[in-house]
Every structure is written in structure tokens, then in C-alpha cells.
């Protein structure tokens, strides 16, 4: 069965480093998506992606933040200048289109740690 | 406000005994409706989705959900439970068009007695 995947597993990086989250997308999925949950918090949309460019994204997704999909399969989350609030699990997830619904799959997760 | 509220934070039920989880919605259009799972260490799995029809539906693993508008609620049931149910359960909203983004309740932490 065709899923979502999503590397590294778990990331651990320095207050102010720039981190990529990647994601390998489902492979006929058109619409791809980042969410984060924060520890004990429930989750959260960023953004999501269409056709190259941001179909819609939310307040947490400032310009510290970037999306790209720089090849066929591949779809990052960039973040520059990493917080300590930025810690959390950043799950990617992508969907069909509209005419199957808007059924998201999501992927196992990055666990992102900011000393 | 777009919103989902799942009243209850923590839920222990015995194995064997039936489940209902809540979940109250707040949402401008016509909502589609979905339960995911979350194991402890995992992502989300998808229960069950509701985008039109029979309001009764049928997902994974013998959970089903009924979608009631005049309620707007979206409850999850299960009618016997058994231990690796244990994990926590996330209703979430979301529009027709794709692209959207999908709207989250707090989660229920289910655990299971035996």
C-alpha cells in the first residue's frame, strides 16, 4: 500500500541552525501538506502545496519558513533560523484530488529537537 | 471561530466494553469529517472519513462514527474494545476543496483496562 514517508525520523539541532524536513509524498498525490503538533498539543496546520506554489497557509507559517519541491518526489519543510519553540513533530501528508475528497494520509513524523 | 472539541482528555474503558469518543465541530461550510489515530512514537492513521451520504459510517479496525448536523457532532463508537486500541484519537474538520487545511481537535488519550 502506498504511503507517506518522511526523513530524518528524528532531528537535533542548535537554537538559530536552518533544518530541511523531507517528505516523499504519495506518488499520483497532487496536494502535499506540513502540520506540527507540539508536545501534548494537538495538531496543527502550516501549509499546504499545489501545483509549485502555496495553496494556503496559517499564522505559525511565517518567513521563517519555506516549502519547496525540488524534484519529482521530494517535498521539504525549511525552516532558517531554528527556535526553541520550534521544537515538535512535523508531519507531512499529501491528497488527491478533489473529486475523491480531501482525504490527507500522513506520514510517520519528524521529531525536531532545538537545543 | 472554525474549531472541533473532543470534550474528554482521558477515557478508560475495560477491554471488552463498548466505546464512545466525542467530538463537537465548529465550521462555516459544508464540514468533512475524519477520526485519525495516534499510537504513542506514530503518525496519524485514518479511521474514518465523512464527506456526504449515509451519516452512519464504517471505518478501520470495527470503528464507526455517526455525523449528526443539527449536534454537529461527529461521535466515534466502538462497540467492544480491545487492549492495542489504546492510543490517542483525533477528530478533525475539513472543507471540500483540497488544499485546505484540516482543523484538529486536542485529542482523546484512550486507555484499556483488563
Known amino acids: 500500500e502506498p504511503e507517506v514517508t518522511q526523513t530524518p525520523s528524528h532531528q537535533v539541532t542548535q537554537m538559530g541552525q536552518e533544518v530541511i524536513l523531507r517528505c516523499v509524498p504519495i506518488?499520483?498525490?497532487?496536494?502535499f501538506y506540513w502540520y506540527r503538533q507540539i508536545l501534548g498539543q494537538k495538531v496543527e496546520f502550516l501549509v499546504s502545496f499545489y501545483n509549485n506554489e502555496i495553496s494556503e497557509k496559517s499564522e505559525i507559517f511565517d518567513d521563517q519558513f519555506s516549502v519547496e519541491r525540488p524534484d519529482g518526489s521530494n517535498f521539504t519543510l525549511k525552516i532558517r533560523s531554528t527556535k526553541l519553540e520550534d521544537s515538535a513533530m512535523y508531519f507531512c501528508?499529501?491528497?488527491?484530488?478533489?473529486?475523491?475528497?480531501?482525504?490527507?494520509?500522513f506520514g510517520p513524523g519528524t521529531r525536531l529537537t532545538v537545543l | 471561530a472554525q474549531s472541533v472539541t473532543q470534550p474528554d482528555i482521558h477515557i478508560t474503558v475495560s477491554e471488552g466494553a463498548s466505546l464512545e469518543l466525542r467530538c463537537n465541530y465548529s465550521y462555516g461550510a459544508t464540514p468533512y469529517l475524519f477520526w485519525y489515530v495516534q499510537s504513542p512514537g506514530q503518525g496519524l492513521q485514518l479511521l474514518l472519513k465523512?464527506?456526504?451520504?449515509?451519516?452512519l459510517v464504517q471505518g478501520i479496525k470495527g470503528f464507526e462514527a455517526e455525523f449528526k448536523r443539527s449536534q454537529s457532532s461527529f461521535n466515534l463508537r466502538k462497540p467492544s474494545v480491545h487492549w492495542s486500541d489504546a492510543a490517542e484519537y483525533f477528530c478533525?474538520?475539513?472543507?471540500?476543496?483540497?488544499?485546505?487545511?484540516?482543523?484538529f481537535g486536542k485529542g482523546t488519550t484512550l486507555s484499556v483496562s483488563s
Open positions: 465523512y464527506f456526504s451520504g449515509d451519516t
Open positions: 501528508a499529501s491528497s488527491e484530488a478533489v473529486a475523491k475528497g480531501h482525504e490527507q494520509f
Open positions: 478533525a474538520v475539513g472543507a471540500k476543496k483540497a488544499g485546505t487545511a484540516l482543523i
Open positions: 506518488s499520483n498525490h497532487l496536494y
